[in-house]
């Protein structure tokens, strides 16, 4: 971030299913390939982070990139700019890095602008294996990015531009973000023998109201919970 955090926090979240933590480590402190053994996906031009060369290759089409353009001219104030790296060692985890290491993380403040701007394809939604845990977490993506011309993807293909631990059943849109609260918008890291490479943003615990989910195709779906 451009401004220095003011306190340090830990942030103790659920992973994106509700069940095993989508947890990070340190990346700055090991190189690339001794981390977790995966093959680095493109860097988005737009967030890449000037201060870290990385292995690599820069991707200027990135999905990410009409989602910064579009928060910043939505009217949301308080956009600003943290290294991957450090937001990751910073999180609490040992496993994997959260968001992808050689990349910028957008952190912003919500307001109403947000909820009157990211709508549709871009609203926000979140998987899980039930219905209660894909309504309740910090973890969400876009609509957008878990479909294709209108049509959700199946729980495989999720799985792997989320990088999650487990197959998603269950998948929940957002109705509204909570105002005031400070919320960050990055590119998925490799996980789980998983790619990423998925836009993924993270908001505290109850920041998000939700109330209707679906299944996701190829999956046991939402069940009754």
Partial sequence: MRVLFTAVFTLIFAGWTGSQPHAQVNAATQPAAAQTGWAWPAIPGCLSDPAITTPGTTDFSSPVCPLYDQLLTSGVTR??????????????GVLYPAFLPGTEVVSFLTEDKFNQSFHGATGLVRVSGKSVTARNGS????????SNNGKLLDAAAIRQKLALPNEPSCLAYADSVRSGIVAYMGVVAPAFDQPGGGIEFWLPPGAVVAKKTVDLPGSPGCGTN
């Fill in 79 to 92: 956009i600003e700019l943290v290294s991957a790296r450090r937001l990751n060692g910073e999180m609490d």
């Fill in 139 to 146: 973890w969400w993506t876009t609509l957008s990015m878990v």
